[in-house]
């Protein structure tokens, strides 16, 4: 019986870490026994994925500007007005997509480098600088499409960030395996990873004498988690594989865990978010995290931009719409603090893929667009009012 | 007899799954008197005063309490209960709300109001009554930002008095407060016994219990080792009441031997950066000699805390002097450039200024040192890990591992993980400022040590200390600072606290 008492004792020691991906897993058992299977198919799975791909990445730069007790109100319609600019670049001007995407991720940059500008030099609120930045982005957004109105993007290459899949491997004499065999081998060699660093880590902190899952718990977290990422793979390699907005989104979370994680700025930006006087004093500028945190921000903005303007192959008058409120809602339910100093980049692509789901699965059982705002807002509620209480108990 | 006594702490005992915070703990407290109440960190002060404000309700602990005659059970839930009985509380941590003025926050949440309307009049007479009853000197009408924090004690003493406390609870209440302050406070008490208040004192300064308390009571894990008149006791005897042992001395003796001048300041003049007008530095010149320790002196407010800052680079803005480290003039311009060339600062308020508190012991370690593990901006955890259970290590800081949030831990080992962080940086001068405010005596000595260490080592350590004692146990020299100014150096040996608060206060000149 120590098994299930230990299991208990570490579910409940880690309630907080493990409930949104319990919370992803039931929304997902829900829907998939509503829908009769349809919710986990193959083609739906790669339409939520492509659906939140531009939330996510939001959401992921959100996490820092909340981490560092800031907020960001600006970045959805910056990314509507930025998409409106990559299809100007593309349609009127006439400039090739590879020059594109870098200019338009350029601007992103310095956009939120002029909101950190306002916050870090001028003191003022993050509310306000930003709400300022969300009136004059979405003006800007009407200004440029004013005489156009939705501006259609007619080049394919910009076009499959949105809708495309990632081609697969021409390796002949493998035919024998049915799917996608890049997505297959991806998702291979991302298991193998994932469960080569768990034991290492293990093994570390066993060696410095830290406290360890026991033995069994480890290893059912281990079959667990790499099930789950089995599944995920085999259902995207039964359809067209991996889509390149996937990719763009594995690549993002990829590259900021690891910033967050394992290096010194990452250690900053918690430092900056959970005591920024101490940080000061601590020799760490406080202003140059903002700028590099709304730098980041601008960037995810842009990126944003180019994968919603993708997806829709055009740009409209209202796009970016709420964009900065899914994002913040799904850094939330991913479990970032508004105190500062706590939240974490996968936790917050967990919390746009729950939104996501909510949205997907509301949409295939033909839930009215009211009802679905009523809902989305009950699970926002719930995540944070589970976050409160989980933190009492745990202080 | 019985009369006597306000209240009456009977076998109060006490427990957490784990751990038994109180065990069969008795106090008699007399009405009228001033009883100080003594121990160190976790001996179960704060235990008790929760159990008295209602923290822990009747019924969570075994044991009686008889207040006034009459078994006292608060409802959990709230410290209402508690101060309408006539318990009443005064944090260390000051509670008032800043943007309110004196009389606003002495009757926060009670305004005196008639058809819903607050009867402004009304509340200042009364404040301004209560005021000039105990002899506070503090306007009714002031804004609180705009006072010092001796009389926002005063504004939190008034606030519990106007609730018509029988029992006052001073937490500390002179952690945050220089000497002069102290003296104003020790007054206000005087009066308040003169009142019939009766008032349970609670410091880490152990000379507090002496100049003020009629009696004291020991505690020492949980239990009450004893209550004695203040009359029949001395320092020496509630050390070892309170740690259980003999100590001998309270401040280790080191074995200095200060070498060449390393640092040196001259003339510093500087400003308030975010107020071009008010000078908070007006000519301060010392130097630093290689091993040595040079205690500051001064009241709140002499610009000690403004001077070291100014020196870290992190708040005034020089308008006038020098500043040389061996020889070489130099300039800092922030913490991480005065770090780089060997100037480290240990803050004065550890929670707001020296810890991220949510984050663990080895995180905030290696915080202000992260260049000396990456390579490439990636963190070599092993490396950060092995230098970080170092100084843990060196520093003897109690934890059950690393990775424990720092908020989980005592003063006393947080004051050293602060230090373990600068350490790391290898400083040739390392600045402290006040660094055993409110710790207790066990950890005071082993910091003490810890510096003798150093300056073994050739760290050469500028401590600012409020605690005069402090300073002349373990200087080798004396400074005394007095609006904004650096008065005089004293050689330890013609250093007395008669000679420094002379200098401190401005009477004497030289």
Redesign the interface.
Known sequence: MTFFHDLQKVLRQNIREYGMYIALFVIMAIFTVLTNGVFLSARNMSNLINQTGYIAVLAVGMTLVIVIRQIDLSVGFLAGFLGAIAAIAMVQWLWPVAVVIPFVLLLGVIAGLISAFLIAYFGIPSFVATLAGWLIYRGLLLQVTAGTGTIIIPDAIFNAIGNGYVPDLPIPGLDFIVGHKLTLLLGAIGIIAYIFGEINGRRKKQAYGFEVLPPAIFVLKLVFIAAVLALVTWVLAGYNGLSWTALIVLVVVGIYSFITTRTVLGRHIFAVGGNPEAAELSGISVKRITYIVFGSMGLMSALSAILFTSRLQSATTTAGTLFELDAIAAAYVGGVSAAGGVGSVFGSLIGALVMGSLVSGMNLMGVDISMQYVARGLVLAAAVIFDATTRRRGG | MSEDIILDIQNVTKRFPGVTALSDVSIQIKRGEIHGLCGENGAGKSTLIKILSGVYPYGTYEGKVIYDGSELKLEGGSIRQAITEGIAIVYQELTLVPNMTVGENVFLGKEPSENGAINWDKLYAETRDILRKYQLDVAPQAVVRHLGVGKMQMVEIAKALSENAKILILDEPTSALAEAEIEKLMEILETLRSHGVTCIYITHKLDEFFRITDSVTVLRDGKTVTTQPTGNLTKEKLVSYMVGREMKERFPKGNRRPGEVIFEVNDLHAIDPNDNSRHVLNGVSFDLRRGEILGIAGLMGSGRTELVTTI?G?YGKITHGTIKLEGQEVEMT??????HKGVS?V?EDRK????????SIL?NI???N??QF?KF???D??AE?AAS?QQAKNLAIKAP?L?VAC?SLSGGNQQKVVIA?WLLSNPKVLIMDDPTRGIDVGAKYEIYKLMNELTEKGVSIIMISSELEEVLGMSDRVMVMHEGASTRILDIREANQERIMALATGIAEN
């Open positions: 870290f992190e922030s913490a991480s450039d005065a770090m600062l803050p707001r200024q020296g810890l991220v508190l949510m984050q995180k290696s915080l202000a992260l260049d990456s901006f990636r963190i955890a092993d890990l259970l591992n990775l908020d962080k």
